[in-house]
Structure formats: structure tokens, C-alpha cells
């Protein structure tokens, strides 16, 4: 039993909720993405190419943009499922703990540090959002492994499910055709800014009430700008390895 600051002892309670938010930029991702794929069923390969493969000569010839539209673009019906399912999942669970700030910058830095990790290892040009959801994976990694004390058994059997998918994907990685340095880029980037600047709720007491409540001791205000500047700083690091 913890004891409050006026020193009368907490009210049992059964459990203290994780605060969330509910889902939201998963689903404006997915619907935005399937936009995308219609766009490239409508006009056709020339649409892809022009827009959406990440081609290094192209990018060395200053179409920097393909740093970061490969995330929208699918190669079939089929690349497009299965990475929508991803998100769908994934998304749904790791949006709600990260919130909407947190979640967009993961998932976006993500899938670009997968598209610059394909641009300096992978000859071949690729697309999809498989570097984003990687990311995402990653980040929910981090958040139950930081919190497995808090969340219990149930924490604990969800990480070792997460870990196991992690695994299993980047085995399947090694099959040709598949963009290994975007997955493996995507989720070193979801791991080391999840670590950064993702929430890190302790138990903590209510002042008025005494209640038992969770505080974010990483709060988002603070790790913002810099988290700002860091993201920056990485894409113009980007832009001048490209070019040189």
C-alpha cells in the first residue's frame, strides 16, 4: 500500500489505467495510403515511378521527395494488405499509450530513416510502408519493456509476443524482394526515438484525493524541440550524403 502526502493510506483499487487517447492518425494513414494505391491503379507504373520508388540515381539527381513518398506506395494488392493489417494492429495499440504527437513522429521518422537506410545499402529501388510499421512495432517493444512492472503478466506475455513478431519479420526479411536495410531502418529508428522521447508512466499519488494515479516522468513538452532538431538534422545529414 503506498501512503498519500497527508499520510492516510491509499484506497485499494484493482487496477490504475494507462492513459490514452483513442485511435485516430491509424486510420487516417490507412485511408490515405489506400488513396494513394487507387491513385497508382488509376494512372498507372508511370505514376509510381514518378512519385513513389525510392531510386537512388534519381534521388543523387535531387528528387529528394523520394525520401519520403516510398512510405505511400505499394508494389501489388497484396504489399498493400498485409501492411495496412500491420498498421491496423499495430497502430491501434501503440497510438493509444504514445498519443497523437508521439505516434505521427514515430511513424514518420520511422518510415523515412527506412527509406534513407534502403538509399545507402539497397542498390535496388522499393517502396511501401513496411520501415513505418517496423517503427511501430519497435516503439510498442520499448513502451511494454519499459513498463513490464506496471502492466504485470499480461505486459510481460504481450512483449514476448512483440519480440517473437520482430523475429519472425526480420527472418522474412532475408527473402528476396524484400527491402531488409528499410525493415531494419525503420525499426532502429522506432526503438531509439521511442526510448527518447516516449512516456514513461510511474505511480504516483493525487494530491487532492490521495488517489493512486500514473504521471508521465518523460514528459513530451520537453523532449519536443530538441526531438525537433534532432529529426532535422538527420534528414540534412540525409540530404547531404546524397548529394556528395
Known sequence: MIDNPRGAPLPRVASVPVPSV???????????????????????????????????????????????????????????????????????????????ARFLMIYFFSGMAGVFASFLFNKSPSLGASGAIFGLIGALAVFLFRHRSLLGAVGRSMLTNVIFIIVMNLAISFTPQIDLWGHLGGLAAGLALTAWIGPRWELDADPVTGHPRLVDANPFSRRLLLAGFVILAFFAAALWMAVR
Open 22 to 100: 483513442k485511435p485516430f492518425f491509424t486510420y487516417v494513414i490507412l485511408a490515405v495510403t489506400v488513396l494513394v494505391y487507387l491513385a497508382q491503379w488509376t494512372f498507372g507504373d508511370a505514376f509510381t515511378y514518378s512519385y513513389g520508388l525510392k531510386i537512388n540515381n534519381l534521388i543523387l539527381q535531387g528528387q529528394y521527395w523520394r525520401l519520403i513518398t516510398p512510405i505511400f506506395f505499394h508494389a501489388s494488392p497484396i504489399h498493400l494488405f498485409f501492411n495496412m493489417y500491420a498498421l491496423y494492429n499495430i497502430g491501434n495499440q501503440i497510438e493509444r499509450p504514445l498519443g497523437y
